[in-house]
């Protein structure tokens, strides 16, 4: 090959010598320098002429091309083709850059650009296929019954149903507790059942195992909800009985203990209100969920089985059945905890100057003694005879530690001294009475300003009078015995 290009430049140079083109001696000599053999008869292009003449003062050049070889053609290049003479250009015109260089230069964008092209082919190639992919798993998933089983169900089991959950997210707890196959088989009986837009948040007791459409019918009948227990305003722990009628008053160890059961007989499993009694009686208060404001007095109660009077609120409470009963008891009292907390009661005592744990006693008190639209007087009336150490003086606590209660009490009943009974001692009861309600908290955590020290209801219509004379209290005191609301049945 290297003599093929000797040979083309000497012709070359000779045609343009001929027709007295001016060439750039630099770009000659470079290139002919970097040609691997030399050129006989090669004029000295460094010399100046004898008589200072330039042949080519008149003439413009081009550089000449490198010649390139058929056999430095890759197979899929096409061959450069002939240098063309370029066109005369000005003197003092700047000759273009060499050709071979342009030649590589386009060689490999060339390549590069069959690159991207091969790239692209392949990219398009995984897309179509990952399409096409999706396309047919979801043509066989749509013809694909979701799995289901076939029946018989088994025993219940019970799974939560969350505040704003989704069909999608039931469909997925019915699967991983096994009641279901497959989330999707509940899912496609869910959506087709319209008792499922009415379903609650709780706790529900479905049998494993179950064909989903016979699930979902499970879930949204009236007695699969378990664990749903409804406390009372002024509820107390333990079961009372009216004097009059002999009536039980069922507490709330009864209440939990019936909304704890699951299954039928003779299946039925229940926690007991024995077995909440004796959890509710452990020393480990950090088990029961006891709030760290309560832990100082509960621990000093003087009887145990009392200790959680007051900390389960009042109120609709879900709670799972599937736990023991200090589980149950921990979830009810912490949950409780929160609901006091949120009204403020940490921050009361800059209002009524006590503890948390007291305020939440005078809110027991007064949901026993006061109706709705009487409690922030009472409550102001509890604070006031606190501030003077004179006893409170009310027949809520004295029947709080009888079996049997009335409105009324005895001159007997008044006399028992008990840690509760604020006839025979001044100062709050050793723990609250009752569960009490949101409003009798909050208006025990803000008494109504006053000076009042006395009240008394005096007709069965709940008309109750305040007065801070004991004199005045005196005659109220004969109105109510005149209405017969003070008359015991005993």
């Not at 209660?405 to 509760?420: F, S, Y």
């Not at 008309?463 to 109510?480: D, G, K, R």
Request: glycine share 8%; charged share 25%; hydrophobic share 35%.
């Amino acid at each position: 090959m290297t003599d093929r290009w000797a040979r083309a430049e000497a012709q070359f140079r000779q045609r343009e010598a001929e027709r007295r083109y001016r060439r750039d001696d630099k770009a000659w000599e470079r290139s002919r320098r970097a040609s691997a053999t030399p050129v006989a008869d090669e004029p000295d292009w460094d010399d100046e002429p004898e008589d200072g003449w330039d042949p080519y003062e008149d003439d413009d050049t081009a550089v000449i091309p490198r010649y390139v070889d058929e056999d430095e053609y890759d197979d899929d290049d096409e061959p450069e083709p002939e240098p063309r003479p370029r066109p005369r250009r000005r003197a003092g015109a700047r000759t273009a850059p060499a050709r071979g260089g342009r030649a590589a230069a386009r060689k490999a964008a060339r390549k590069q650009e069959g690159g991207r092209r091969r790239l692209i082919w392949v990219a398009a190639g995984v897309l179509l296929v990952l399409v096409v992919g999706a396309g047919v798993y979801k043509l066989v998933n749509r013809y694909t019954p979701a799995e289901d089983f076939a029946g018989p169900a088994g025993a219940p089991v019970v799974v939560q149903v969350k505040s704003g959950d989704t069909a999608t997210e039931i469909a997925s707890t019915m699967a991983e507790a096994g009641i279901v196959a497959s989330s999707a088989a509940f899912y496609e009986a869910a959506v087709q059942n319209e008792g499922m837009n009415s379903l609650q948040p709780g706790y529900y007791a479905i049998p494993v195992h179950s064909p989903a459409a016979d699930a979902v019918a499970a879930l949204v009948a009236p007695g699969s909800r378990v664990g749903n227990v409804v406390v009372s305003e002024g509820r107390q722990l333990h079961d009372q009985h009216d004097v009059n009628t002999g009536a039980r008053k069922e507490g709330i160890y009864t209440k939990i203990a019936a909304a704890s059961c699951v299954g039928a007989e003779p299946e039925r499993r229940c926690v007991t209100y024995e077995q909440l009694e004796q959890a509710g009686a452990t020393t480990d208060l950090a088990a029961l969920g006891v709030p760290e404001w309560a832990v100082e007095s509960v621990r000093t109660v003087p009887d145990r089985a009392r200790q959680l009077e007051g900390l389960i609120a009042a109120g609709s409470w879900d709670f799972d059945p599937s736990g023991s009963a200090l589980d149950i008891l921990r979830q009810l009292v912490t949950e409780s905890a929160r609901s006091y907390e949120s009204t403020g009661l940490l921050e009361s005592g800059r209002s009524n100057g006590l503890s948390p744990y007291e305020t939440l006693i005078g809110a027991s008190l007064v949901e026993r003694e006061a109706l709705p639209q009487d409690m922030s007087k009472v409550a102001r009336v509890i604070v006031n005879r606190l501030e003077i150490d004179q006893p409170l003086q009310f027949d809520s606590t004295v029947n709080y530690a009888l079996d049997k209660t009335e409105v009324a009490t005895t001159d007997a009943d008044r006399g028992q001294t008990t840690p509760w009974n604020t006839y025979a001692m001044p100062g709050l009861p050793a723990t609250p009475i009752s569960s009490p309600s949101i409003a009798a908290l909050e208006a025990m955590e803000e008494p109504e300003p006053g000076t009042w020290l006395y009240f008394v209801t005096v007709d069965k219509e709940g008309t109750t009078l305040f007065t801070q004379s004991y004199s005045e209290h005196l005659q109220n005191i004969e109105l109510a015995l005149e209405s017969g609301i003070l008359d015991s049945g005993r």
